[in-house]
């Protein structure tokens, strides 16, 4: 099990309201990434960051903002949350893993934030 | 366009049963190929994970083969138990960047009936 955490688990807001998604972890990666997923579709990265201060936007535009002040926190705020946010985000860190032959980044998988915007 | 494909799109067998899920991917240039686990409600979880130099690799009951000229990978669970229901997700990631881009399918959904 990976030590990375989301909270809330779930989440069900009215629109308009502004809401942060909490993301941590401690297992001290540098590399860390939203994802959006809708059901029984593929994952999509909305915001991703190499370390502190630092932040990209995915491949999925998001109305989402992030910020990474500290290694282990990597929080989204919606500002105005609205029905089409309705989706489940997904935080995630990554490792650097070597062997005799390749090397790649090794991501481990928050539980989860199930938005809904009503 | 880098895409990866999965079928079936769903899957329901029997306890005990075995079956076998495909993935097509045109990632390029590839660097790796996983499959992760995920739980209804839950983050993806990984199985396995192959380079181009491994054409199969095992995690208990779950065997994933890799076919790099075909740019074909399967996924395949022995004796199935009913915590197998989940959807497997396969995942391609390229080369072309310091992050690692991962391409993701849209995951077959495994269902183990009783």
């Known amino acids: 099990e990976a030590d990375i955490y989301q909270t809330p688990r779930y989440l069900v807001i009215g629109t308009g309201k502004k809401i942060t998604l909490e993301c941590s972890q401690t297992?001290?990666?540098?590399?860390m990434y939203w994802y959006q997923q809708d059901p029984g579709m593929e994952l999509h990265l909305i915001h991703y960051?190499?370390?502190?201060?630092?932040?990209e936007k995915g491949d999925l535009s998001s109305e989402s903002t992030v910020s990474r002040i500290r290694t282990e926190h990597f929080p989204l705020t919606l500002e105005s949350a609205r029905p089409s946010h309705t989706s489940q985000y997904l935080c995630?860190?990554?490792?650097?893993?070597?062997?005799?032959?390749?090397?790649?980044?090794?991501?481990?998988f928050g539980p989860g934030t199930r938005l809904t915007v009503l | 366009k880098n895409q990866v494909e999965q079928s079936p799109q769903s899957l329901i067998i029997l306890e005990g049963k075995n079956c076998t899920l495909q993935?097509?991917?045109?990632?390029?240039?590839?660097?790796?190929l996983r499959w992760y686990k995920q739980d209804t409600g839950r983050g993806p979880v990984s199985l396995t994970i192959?380079?181009?130099?491994?054409n199969t690799k095992s995690n208990g009951r779950y065997t994933a083969t890799l076919d790099a000229d075909t740019k074909q990978s399967s996924l395949h669970i022995t004796a199935s138990q009913l915590s197998d229901s989940a959807s497997y997700i396969c995942?391609?990631?390229?080369?072309?960047?310091?992050?690692?881009?991962?391409?993701f399918g849209r995951g077959t959904q495994l269902t183990v009936w009783p």
């Open positions: 995942v391609v990631s390229d080369r072309g960047s310091t992050l690692g881009r991962l391409y």
């Open positions: 995630a860190s990554s490792e650097k893993v070597s062997s005799r032959t390749s090397e790649y980044n090794e991501q481990f």
């Open positions: 960051s190499y370390g502190v201060n630092s932040t």
């Open positions: 192959m380079t181009f130099s491994e």
């Open positions: 993935c097509n991917y045109t990632v390029s240039p590839f660097s790796n």
């Open positions: 297992m001290g990666h540098d590399k």
